[in-house]
T-cell receptor, first 111, second 113 residues
């Protein structure tokens, strides 16, 4: 069974800082990995999907990397803004299309 | 931009009652999913659905749960006899293909009293 872990559980940074969120997974036989954002009491917003053949994926100020061999992915957020405050979730599949989620990193960007 | 929609946003029911949660996936998507998130816990996979049948389900998805695509647009999750522990946020998601981005709806908060 896939186990997904996210570190740190919570992070507080001043506005403008660059930051890295970490995700690790136990079963490296994945075909993709997806990063989401969740605002309090809301649904999940897809941020980036990295296919297993890719090492990086970028969208605006976000960059996600994937290292299957080490079972790790990182989400890099450049020039953080207060609007980035949310919980960031990493999800990795099993051999089917059943996604396993981490517990998330709760990010607070202080103005 | 197309999005997944879910109704109702909040459902309150008595223990033992049946509930149906409704979802309208993005129109050209072929794979549909249900997840749940108990307050303060991880998002958990329940079931995936493709070509009018269940393609995968978790241990959570027991005989009390069923899914259906009754027409060309709706995708439903039925819980036959709700328990207190079924109280959670239920999310519907859809994707074009099996390995493509999953887009989530806003969720239905189910409260079982």
């Amino acid at each position: 069974k896939q186990e997904v872990t996210q570190i740190p559980a919570a992070l507080s940074v001043p506005e403008g800082e660059n930051l890295v969120l970490n995700c690790s997974f136990t079963d490296s036989a994945i075909y993709n990995l997806q990063w989401f954002r969740q605002d309090p009491g809301k649904g999940l917003t897809s941020l980036l999907l990295i296919q297993s053949s890719q090492r990086e994926q970028t969208s605006g100020r976000l960059n996600a990397s994937l290292d299957k061999s080490s079972g790790r992915s990182t989400l890099y957020i450049a020039a953080s803004q207060p609007g980035d405050s949310a919980t960031y979730l990493c999800a990795a599949p099993n051999t089917g299309n059943q996604f396993y989620f981490g517990t998330g990193t709760s990010l607070t960007v202080i103005p | 931009e197309p999005e997944v929609t879910q109704t109702p946003s909040h459902q309150v029911t008595q223990m033992g009652q049946e509930v149906i949660l409704r979802c309208v996936p993005i129109s050209n998507h072929l794979y549909f999913y249900w997840y749940r998130q108990i307050l303060g816990q991880k998002v958990e996979f329940l079931v995936s659905f493709y070509n009018n049948e269940i393609s995968e389900k978790s241990e959570i998805f027991d005989d009390q749960f069923s899914v259906e695509r009754p027409d060309g647009s709706n995708f439903t999750l039925k819980i036959r006899s709700t328990k207190l522990e079924d109280s959670a946020m239920y999310f519907c998601a859809s994707s074009v293909g099996r390995v493509d981005t999953q887009y989530f709806g806003p969720g239905t908060r189910l409260t079982v009293l």
